[in-house]
C-alpha cells in the first residue's frame, strides 16, 4: 500500500491481522469497480488524515506519521464485539463517575470498572525525567535561581537580557522523552477504555447509565466557603481529574460500541430518579454530602453510595405523568421500590463482597470508591493484604466481580449508625444534577 503526496510516493505499513485485511480488501473492491464504472460498493475512502505522533527510534525520540482513512459504509465486524450467549437477556446498570464507574447488573454482580490509565513503570520514568530536566535547567541557568533554590521570577537571562531560560541539547532529549511518556499513558487510557467498551456490550444486551454534565463539574464554585480553623477553601472542583480518566469520552465509546453491536443503550434523567438519594427501605429521598461515600439505609443497612445508585438505575422505571404547571404530558424515571426489594438483599450481599476485597487491597483506589470509610461500620481500621484489584475487564463482567471479592457468597450485613446530613454548600454547582 502506498501514499501519493503530489509527486512523491510513501510506503504505508499496515498492521497484519484480519480485520486489517478485511478493511484492505473492501477497499480494494470498491476500488475496482469505480475503475469499471460500476459505481463505488462500501468501503470506498472518503479522506484520509495524516497525524504526527512520538515513536522511540532506538533510543531517540522522534516523530512519526499515521495514516487515518476514512471509509464509507459499516465497518468490519471484530470478534471481540460478538455477543457472547444470553447477552440479550441481561440488563448493566452504570453510575458514573470521574475516576471509576459503579456496576450492577441484572444477574446480581456488582463492581467498579476502574478508568485509570496509568503503568506504575511509566510513572516512575515520568518522575525520574522530571527531576533531570530540572537539574539541567538549572546548571544551564544559575543566575535565574537564589541560594536557596528557588527560582527567581525578577531575574533575567544573562546572555540575552530576556525572560527565556537557556535550553541544553539534552534538556530537549528530556523534553522529547517525557512527551512520548505522556503519548504512552495516554494511548494505554485508551486502549483500556476499549476493552472494557467491548467486554460490555459483549455481556449486555441493554446498559443503562445516568445522564452527567461533566462540563458543570469542572466549573470553579462561586460561592466562599470556610473549612476548620477558619481557612478559606479551595474553589476549584474536578477539572483536573475529569482531564486524566475522560470519563465523558469512556461514556461516548460505550454508547457508539453499543449502537454498532446491537445492545440498547439508555440514559436515565437524574433530576426525577435521584438515584444516589433513594432509599427503597423506606421509599423516600435522603441528600448526602458529596465527601459521604458510605452512608446507612433507613434500617441501618451500610451501603456504598455509588453501588446503590448504580442498583436503583437497574431498577427504574419509566412513566408519562401531567405536568402540575404546564398541565402536559411528560416522561420520568421513577425507582421501582417494590422490584427494589424484592433484588435488595442478593444485592446487599455482593456489594458487601465487593468492599471487602477493596479493603484488603493493597493497591492505591481513587477515594471515591470509600474504602477507607468502609471500615467505620466494621470498626477493624485498615486492614491491608496482598489481594489486588484489575483495571479492567477482558470477556465477562462477573469475573472482574469475582477478581475483585464480591460474588453471591454470604456476607454479614453489617450495620452502622444512621447519620442523616445537609449536603454541604459548595459541593455542586448550579446546574449539575444531583449526584
Known amino acids: 500500500m502506498r501514499l501519493c503526496v503530489g509527486d512523491l510516493q510513501l510506503a504505508v505499513r499496515a498492521k497484519d491481522d484480519a480485520y486489517m485485511a478485511e478493511s484492505l480488501a473492501a477497499m480494494r473492491r470498491s476500488y475496482a469497480s469505480e475503475r469499471e464504472g460500476r459505481g463505488t460498493l462500501p468501503g470506498c475512502i472518503r479522506y484520509c488524515t495524516i497525524r504526527r505522533h512520538l515513536v522511540n527510534d532506538h533510543g531517540a525520540v522522534r516523530y512519526a506519521y499515521r495514516l487515518l482513512v476514512t471509509c464509507d459504509g459499516p465497518a468490519p465486524e471484530r470478534k471481540a464485539l460478538v455477543p457472547a450467549a444470553g447477552r440479550e437477556s441481561r440488563t448493566a446498570a452504570i453510575d458514573p463517575s470521574m475516576a471509576m464507574m459503579a456496576l450492577c ?131 476549584s472542583r474536578f477539572g483536573s481529574t475529569i482531564q486524566r480518566f475522560a470519563p465523558a469520552s469512556f461514556l461516548a465509546e460505550l454508547r457508539r460500541k453499543a449502537g454498532a453491536s446491537g445492545a440498547t443503550f439508555e440514559e ?55 405536568d402540575a404547571k404546564t398541565n402536559k404530558k411528560k416522561t420520568v424515571d421513577l425507582p421501582d421500590r417494590e422490584a427494589m426489594l424484592a433484588a435488595l438483599l442478593p444485592f446487599i450481599r455482593a456489594m458487601h463482597g465487593v468492599m471487602d476485597g477493596l479493603v484488603k487491597s493493597k493497591r492505591q483506589l481513587p477515594a471515591a470508591m470509600g474504602a477507607g470509610a468502609w471500615t467505620t461500620p466494621q470498626g477493624t481500621g485498615k486492614g491491608l493484604s496482598p489481594v489486588d484489584v484489575p483495571h479492567c475487564v477482558e470477556g465477562e463482567i462477573p469475573a472482574l466481580q469475582r477478581a475483585c471479592g464480591g460474588g453471591q457468597q454470604a456476607a454479614e450485613v453489617r450495620q452502622a449508625p444512621r447519620n442523616p446530613s445537609k449536603s454541604r454548600e459548595g459541593d455542586s454547582p448550579p446546574g449539575t444534577p444531583p449526584l
Open 105 to 235: 447488573d441484572s444477574d446480581g454482580d456488582t463492581a467498579f470498572l476502574l478508568l485509570d490509565g496509568k503503568n506504575p513503570r511509566t510513572k516512575a520514568m515520568m518522575k525520574d525525567t522530571a527531576r533531570r530536566m530540572d537539574a539541567s535547567r538549572r546548571a544551564t541557568n544559575p543566575e535565574r535561581y537564589r541560594a536557596d533554590g528557588a527560582f527567581d521570577k525578577s531575574s533575567v537571562n544573562a546572555g540575552t537580557g530576556g525572560k527565556e531560560k537557556n535550553r541544553s541539547s539534552r534538556y530537549e532529549d528530556l523534553y522529547m522523552r517525557r512527551k512520548l511518556l505522556l503519548q504512552k499513558q495516554s494511548e494505554n487510557l485508551k486502549g483500556r477504555r476499549a476493552s472494557l467498551c467491548n467486554a460490555l456490550v459483549r455481556t449486555y444486551g441493554t446498559i443503562r447509565t445516568e445522564g452527567m454534565r461533566y462540563v458543570a463539574l469542572s466549573v470553579r464554585a462561586k460561592n466562599m466557603r470556610f473549612v476548620k480553623g477558619g481557612t478559606i477553601a479551595s474553589k
Open 268 to 322: 436515565i434523567n437524574p433530576w426525577t430518579l435521584k438515584a444516589s438519594q433513594y432509599d427503597p427501605t423506606d421509599g423516600q429521598n435522603h441528600k448526602h454530602r458529596l465527601s459521604e461515600r458510605i452512608y446507612a439505609l433507613s434500617d441501618g443497612t451500610a451501603v456504598q453510595r455509588d453501588l446503590m445508585a448504580a442498583f436503583t438505575i437497574l431498577h427504574a422505571r419509566r412513566e408519562e405523568v401531567v
